[in-house]
Nanobody, 117 residues
């Protein structure tokens, strides 16, 4: 089982970026993106339930970030629009086989997103 994250980079404030997380080995019940800014703890950003497609997210990304699932490729994307300098962080994708719990068992490597002002 492996989660492969990609798509990070440098973008100006107000710009957009799309991250990808390709899962191999199995399909999970939940997928999510977390981030860790310099000097801060890792935080949950946005998640999706695989079968229903229902999403959940933190207030600070509402209306700006979208999580998209591509079922045929077992891949989730994080579409980030209207990026702000405070979105700068290492972004991690995560997945879990259990629908009704809050923790995530599987993690991808991080991908750095830098938003310049």
């Amino acid at each position: 089982v492996q989660l492969q994250a990609s798509g990070g980079g440098l973008v100006q404030a107000g710009g957009s970026l799309r991250l990808s997380c390709a899962a191999s080995g199995r399909t999970f019940s939940r997928y999510a993106w977390f981030r860790q800014a310099p000097g801060k703890e890792r935080e949950f950003v946005i998640g999706v339930r695989w079968e229903s497609g229902s999403t959940y997210y933190i207030d600070s990304v509402k209306g700006r970030f979208t999580i998209i699932r591509e079922i045929a490729k077992n891949t989730v994307y994080l579409q980030m629009n209207s990026l702000k300098p405070e979105d700068t962080a290492v972004y991690y994708c995560a997945a879990d086989p259990v629908l009704f719990r809050t923790s995530y068992e599987y993690w991808g490597q991080g991908t750095l997103v830098t938003v310049s002002s």
